[in-house]
């Protein structure tokens, strides 16, 4: 079965630097692996997928993320921290041909001004 | 609609009782998706349905839940004989095609006291 390990509980940047969110992964065959985002009282929003290609993926609001096949890691990025990207943050893998998605326990991040 | 629609927003239950959480999702979506969320925890995945069907129930964590979605739109989560332990957010999510990234629903909370 497929899992994810996000760990770390909380990453704390300042604005302005670069921030990484880690993830990694364990899965059979190909992954297809996913960044979402919660804010407060709010729903799970998609940030990105990679699902096969180029090994970076580009997201919504400025986030990227990199397959490291591997590493088994598809950690995510971004250049420059916006205070408005403080949230919690969630990993989840497929495998091919599962409706199983597998969220990580997530990472609260937090950018300070 | 324009995105996915969970009702009640909040759910408070004595426990013992019987609750239907429902979820209406974006428009054209055959594929429809139950998750939990406890506190501190990513979503964990319930059951897939992918029109009318339960695909995969396989994460529906005793016989106490069932999901139904009779006319592959508006889906019921349906949980009897609530326990405490059954307080957690409930979300409901939908795509399009099984490698889209899901579009989540703001969720139902449901405490049972």
């Known amino acids: 079965a497929q899992s994810v390990a996000q760990p770390e509980d909380q990453v704390n940047v300042a604005e302005g630097n670069p921030l990484t969110v880690k993830c990694t992964y364990s899965?059979?065959?190909?992954?297809?692996l996913f960044w979402y985002v919660q804010y407060p009282n709010r729903g799970l929003q998609f940030l990105l997928k990679?699902?096969?290609?180029?090994?970076l993926v580009k997201g919504s609001y400025g986030f990227e993320a990199e397959f490291n096949k591997s590493q088994t890691s598809f950690h995510l990025k971004k250049p420059s921290a916006l205070v408005s990207d403080s949230a919690l943050y969630f990993c989840?893998?497929?495998?091919?041909?599962?409706?199983?998605?597998?969220f990580g326990a997530g990472t609260r991040l937090t950018v300070k001004p | 609609g324009a995105g996915v629609s969970q009702t009640p927003s909040n759910k408070v239950t004595e426990k013992g009782k019987y609750v239907e959480l429902r979820c209406d999702p974006i428009s054209g979506h055959t594929a429809l998706y139950w998750y939990r969320q406890s506190l501190g925890q990513g979503p964990e995945f319930l059951i897939y349905?992918?029109?009318?069907?339960?695909?995969?129930d396989s994460g529906l964590p005793n016989d106490r839940f069932f999901a139904v979605r009779p006319e592959g739109s508006v889906s019921t989560l349906k949980i009897q004989r609530t326990e405490r332990g059954d307080s957690a957010v409930y979300l409901c999510a939908s795509s399009q095609t099984g490698v889209d990234g899901y579009t989540f629903g703001s969720g139902t909370r449901l405490t049972v006291v």
């Open positions: 989840a893998v497929r495998g091919l041909g599962n409706n199983d998605m597998r």
């Open positions: 349905f992918q029109g009318t069907g339960a695909a995969d």
């Open positions: 899965v059979s065959g190909n992954p297809y």
């Open positions: 990679y699902i096969t290609g180029d090994n």
